[in-house]
């Protein structure tokens, strides 16, 4: 192939951090390539529409795409195949849009990134976390860019994040990956505010205008298990969002009040998640892995505790239509 082309294969990189990625590359100098690697050149051979294709490419959308329709992902041999798969990837080709200059921007800024790393021969070369550092930053504005470009809105931004940062890695890596790791740690709250934050959003917008959800941690006693309960109260009341001590049981009881059958701990480890919705709040039951504590659950979780509420405060011969 010869002259503006840009070639794609396989979804694994070698090194093992990297593995899900896509592996492709804009090229200009005249090259071959075996069957393993789809090469394609455009009909309208610009240099600009290559590097807005291979910044999409690039990002976290291509990813998350070829990982939900690629009928290959996950067997021995990885592919994607070109007609069935890479040709359906919808793609943005508008110069005018702020957006795909931003993408091209980061492209060129990715392509051109090779420094030398520090070594007896480069003493004054930064370090290798700090090349890698930088690379990932300049991917993760390019995924903001290729996110505008595609005009995402929250949701489907942390749809993708999570399936690329946790379900991904997790994927690939299901005993060490961050989504085996625990969502609540030595009183680390960071990743499980993020869940209930955009739970309550979800459901403040059924409450009345003075009240808001809020949310209370409980912690299994061997740290396997994690509770979020969520209860209303008023907007002006003090709130932070605190690990309750030495409250597993009484958690438990509440589950056994409102459930038709009584639900011990080993039901709950079967079962891997308990959802409880009742006059007095919302008790949800998983395991203590961030996988089951993401912005994208949160959204789940919500719109299904709220539907679960509608159809138990329904009159009864509504039920039976």
């Not at 934050?197 to 941690?217: K, Q």
Request: charged share 30%; with cysteine; hydrophobic share 40%.
């Amino acid at each position: 192939m010869k002259e503006n082309a840009f070639w794609l294969n396989g979804v694994l990189m070698k090194r093992r951090s990297d593995k899900g990625r896509i592996v492709a590359r804009y090229e200009t100098e005249s090259f071959c390539f075996t069957n393993a690697i789809n090469g394609i050149k455009l009909e309208s051979p610009k240099e600009w529409k290559y590097k807005a294709i291979l910044g999409i490419l690039w990002s976290s959308i291509a990813r998350y795409f070829f990982f939900m329709t690629s009928s290959n992902w996950g067997l021995w041999h990885h592919e994607i195949h070109l007609d069935d798969e890479l040709f359906q990837l919808p793609v943005i080709l508008d110069r005018s849009k702020p957006a795909t200059k931003r993408v091209i921007a980061f492209v060129d800024k990715l392509r051109n990134y090779h420094p030398e790393k520090r070594d007896i021969l480069h003493p004054h070369e930064p370090f290798e976390e700090t090349i890698e550092a930088q690379r990932r930053e300049w991917e993760r504005e390019l995924d903001e860019a290729v996110f505008e470009l595609y005009e995402l809105n929250d949701e489907q931004k942390d749809l993708i994040r999570d399936c690329c940062d946790v379900t991904l890695p997790f994927f690939y890596r299901p005993f060490d990956s961050i989504g085996a790791m625990q969502a609540v740690k030595r009183n680390d709250l960071s990743w499980i505010e993020n869940y209930t934050h955009i739970f309550c959003l979800r459901w403040n917008a059924y409450l009345g205008s003075d009240e808001e959800m809020r949310g209370e941690v409980h912690i299994g006693a061997h740290d396997n298990m994690l509770a979020v309960e969520f209860h209303v109260a008023d907007k002006g009341d003090a709130y932070e969002l605190t690990v309750k001590d030495n409250s597993w049981g009484s958690v438990l009881d509440q589950v056994g009040e409102v459930l038709p059958q009584p639900m011990g701990v080993s039901r709950i480890i079967l079962d891997g998640f308990v959802h409880v919705v009742s006059d007095s709040g919302i008790i949800l039951i998983k395991r203590n892995e961030k996988r089951f504590w993401t912005r994208s659950l949160a959204r789940e979780d919500a719109d299904a505790t709220i539907c679960k509420r509608m159809v138990d405060t329904m009159p009864k011969e509504g039920r039976s239509r």
